[in-house]
């Protein structure tokens, strides 16, 4: 009887143990999963913590510095607005002939120097016209022989030694003269050509000196 309880006893004492020893494995283990799973929920809130404000942060940062520089998003420009280089020449530093002036230049051609006009169109005079009298190439002589009109002016490296001026012609026109003889231009020449010259014998060109330039 006393082997038998004795057995028993030690045979409940060692289911008890047993019993303890489970329940602390099951209670560590619990104890470990939970502090597991708050140490991995600490390190993901440290993590999502560090990583999500700093978003909001810079973008405050740049704010306020924008706001302290005064600096704003940069946007697209419109198209530049072409403006002039400088100021144009004014009236007192260039001068132009006033309007009807008729530029008489010194050229050379294949008969010397002649009197011309600025373009380049050589002049002549009419045999049959008198000095200071009016012209007589009217009509379809005219149409051929073309009147040199406007208001002579010397260009401004010309030295002339004869004078000029105006005489009235058909029709009232103003035709301007040389040393009094009425000036015309060959209807169709070329520029700097003496093709009129000596045309009837009574067309000519009207001579000049190469010391009569500058």
Avoid at 43 to 54: K, N, Y
Avoid at 60 to 87: I, N, Q
Avoid at 111 to 128: H, P, R
Wanted: charged share 10%.
């Amino acid at each position: 009887m006393r082997k038998s309880g004795w057995a028993a006893a030690t045979g409940l004492g060692a289911l008890v143990l047993l019993l303890a020893a489970c329940g602390g494995s099951s209670g560590s283990a619990s104890a470990a999963g939970g502090a597991g799973s708050a140490a991995a929920s600490s390190t993901a809130m440290a993590s999502s913590g560090s990583s999500g404000p700093a978003a909001p942060a810079a973008s405050v940062s740049a704010e306020a510095t924008a706001t302290k520089t005064g600096a704003s998003t940069p946007t697209a420009s419109p198209s530049t607005v072409h403006h002039s280089v400088g100021p144009q020449p004014s009236s007192g530093s260039v001068t132009f002939p006033a309007v009807g002036t008729t530029i008489m230049v010194i050229e050379h051609t294949n008969l010397g120097f002649v009197l011309a006009e600025a373009n380049g169109q050589v002049v002549y005079y009419y045999s049959k016209d008198k000095k200071g009298g009016a012209p007589t190439c009217t009509g379809s002589c005219a149409a051929a022989w073309p009147p040199v009109t406007g208001t002579p002016k010397a260009g401004p490296a010309d030295h002339f030694p004869g004078t000029f001026s105006v005489v009235k012609g058909a029709g009232g026109v103003e035709q301007i003269t040389y040393d009094g003889m009425p000036l015309y231009v060959f209807k169709g020449a070329k520029p700097y050509t003496t093709a009129g010259n000596g045309i009837g014998g009574a067309w000519h060109v009207i001579p000049m000196s190469a010391s009569d330039i500058g």
